[in-house]
């Protein structure tokens, strides 16, 4: 199966194409994992009673960062680092304003909602079209990932009611940079033969099996979760 996948995409991991691609994919990845490493010590100073959890969690994302530096050496491509901190921007400034003012809700959301289901869904699309070197190290990372996930969404559902509307509201500024963010990396993530289509889809579904554990109602997740999918 993995062998007809590669084939029908004629994928040559070594192709001057495909390394370019991987060269800003792979940042990408590796900026996120540093990201979510930098959140999970932030939000570990603002919720105390789950500090030593929290700071697990940091040290798991460091370890995936450092997996997927492994995955670009292993195709020797070197990872185009300034981009992917662009690249984040949007979602890291928000963050920062958020912890700034306190808004543990806001953090959750961008950190253990959205940056996670973004994740999960790319490392899925992406795991049966890795070289076999990444697809072992995505697979690990991905199961992981899910804990992470599990950490907000547990969260959140004990503090629901109220955290409903910052959470409306974080929703609403974050999720347009999502579909801003897949935009942006379409064209490099057709070359390693994951389509957007599939990467909306798989977000899609985690992001709205995460509000619905939440809490939300079927109509609110609808709402929510197509906010600003309109752009795309
Ligand atoms: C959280 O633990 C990690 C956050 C990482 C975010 C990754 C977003 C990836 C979007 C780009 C799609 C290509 C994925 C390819 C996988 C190597
Ligand atoms: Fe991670
Ligand atoms: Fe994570």
Redesign the pocket.
Known sequence: MQQLVEQDKKLDFQSAEYKDAYSR??A??IE??QE?HDNYITLSNLLTADKDELIRLSKM?LR?KKG?EACGRNLKVTPDMEFAREFFSGLHENFQTAAAAGKVVTCLLIQSLI??C??IA??NI?IPVADDF?RKI?EGVVKE?YS?LNFGEVWLKEHFTESKAELEEANRRNLPLVWKMLNQ?EKD?HI?A?EKEA?VEDFMIQYGEALSNIGFTTRDIMRLSAYGLASV
């Open positions: 994919i792979n990408i990845v996120g994992e979510a994302e995936h997927f940056i996670e973004f994740a790319a490392y992406y990444a995505t990932e992470h990396v993530a390693l994951m990467l």
